[in-house]
Structure formats: C-alpha cells, structure tokens
C-alpha cells in the first residue's frame, strides 16, 4: 500500500477517535449517538486496512494510541457496529462486544 494510502487512513482513523474523544465529556445527547452506525463500520473498516499495511515505527506508536482510544469507546463501536462477519480473532476491534481485554488476547496470542 503506498505511502500516501496509508496517510490518509491513518487521519481518517485519527479524526474518528480523536472527535470522539473531544466530543464525549460535552456530549448531551445518547453517548452512542456519538457515531452513527456507518461510521462505526468506516472505523472498523478503516481499522482491518491498517492492519495490512506497511507502517513506519511512528505510525505504529500512534496507532496503539487510537487503540486505546478505540477501546475506551468501545461502548459507542458496539452500540452501533454491523453483525460480525467471519472474522479472525487477531482483528480483535470486531470484536469489541466482548469486553476491552480482545484486545490483550489478541496480541498475546501473536507473540506465541
């Protein structure tokens, strides 16, 4: 995936999680109308693309930081992710439903 590609999902994840982030402390309507539903796929699907591309050791460092933020809004993902297609647990972000520790199982298990 080219340089540029990788850029703009990278913002495209950044702005997702980082309004998210801005907007949930002064958010007075339904927390989990903070995304709709098809933004909620657009994170997920923005999320799986990142895991196939070449990142740079900065790119990663930034990308573990909108994990976290991703786990912190799980909350909002599950409230209005689409059903779960076959996916492999190491795309642990489907399967936010479970709790924030997929996460942490999933890499555990790809450092065995």
Same mark, same amino acid.
């Given at each position: 995936? %080219?340089?540029?590609?990788?850029?703009?999902?990278?913002?495209?994840?950044?702005?997702?999680?980082?309004?998210?982030?801005?907007?949930?402390?002064?958010?007075?309507?339904?927390?989990?109308?903070?995304?709709?539903?098809?933004?909620?796929?657009?994170?997920?699907?923005?999320?799986?693309?990142?895991?196939? %591309?070449?990142?740079?050791?900065?790119?990663?460092?930034?990308?573990?930081?909108?994990?976290?933020?991703?786990?912190?809004?799980?909350?909002?993902?599950?409230?209005?992710?689409?059903?779960?297609?076959?996916?492999?647990?190491?795309?642990?972000?489907?399967?936010?439903?479970?709790?924030?520790?997929?996460?942490?199982?999933?890499? %555990?298990?790809?450092?065995?």
């Amino acid at each position: 995936m %080219a340089t540029a590609a990788v850029g703009m999902l990278l913002d495209t994840y950044r702005r997702y999680l980082r309004a998210m982030d801005a907007w949930a402390e002064s958010w007075d309507e339904d927390r989990f109308d903070l995304l709709s539903p098809g933004e909620a796929f657009d994170v997920l699907w923005v999320r799986d693309r990142l895991d196939k %591309a070449q990142l740079t050791d900065v790119e990663q460092q930034e990308l573990r930081e909108l994990d976290d933020l991703l786990v912190k809004y799980s909350d909002v993902i599950v409230a209005n992710m689409p059903p779960r297609a076959d996916v492999s647990r190491s795309h642990w972000w489907w399967y936010l439903d479970e709790g924030p520790q997929v996460r942490e199982e999933a890499l %555990a298990a790809a450092q065995e």
